[in-house]
């Protein structure tokens, strides 16, 4: 069955850095694009970024341009989400999704926080 499980989150600075990370099994990873979400309090689950099958392609949020990158090894089956310059409106559960046949599949999610 897919699994996704999302680790790496945690409590950071305005300003400082957080790499979650999302380790896959379960389906064949190399043949599907990954996604990052995240959920504030209040609010609806959004698109953070997208990484294409080989990494070719990358999509961000507005957002988030510039100051994250989503990246993935397929050797170890494992996505990433490298977040520099943290502000606090970035505090939220992140998510690890992919799309297979129609069906959406989440992990557990990670809590990043964001505050001085």
């Known amino acids: 069955q897919v699994q996704l499980v999302e680790s790496g989150g945690g409590l950071a600075q305005p300003g400082g850095s957080l790499r979650p990370s999302c380790a896959a099994s379960g389906f064949t990873f190399t043949s599907y694009p990954m996604s990052w979400y995240r959920q504030a309090p209040g609010k609806e689950r959004e698109l953070v970024a997208l990484i294409t099958n080989a990494g070719a392609w990358r999509n961000y949020a507005d957002s988030v341009k510039v100051r994250f990158t989503i990246s993935r090894d397929n050797a170890k089956n494992t996505v990433y989400l490298q977040m520099n310059s943290l502000k606090p409106e970035d505090t939220a559960v992140y998510y690890c999704?992919?799309?297979?046949?129609?069906?959406?599949?989440w992990g557990q999610g990670t809590q990043v926080t964001v505050s001085s």
């Open positions: 999704n992919v799309a297979i046949g129609g069906v959406n599949y």
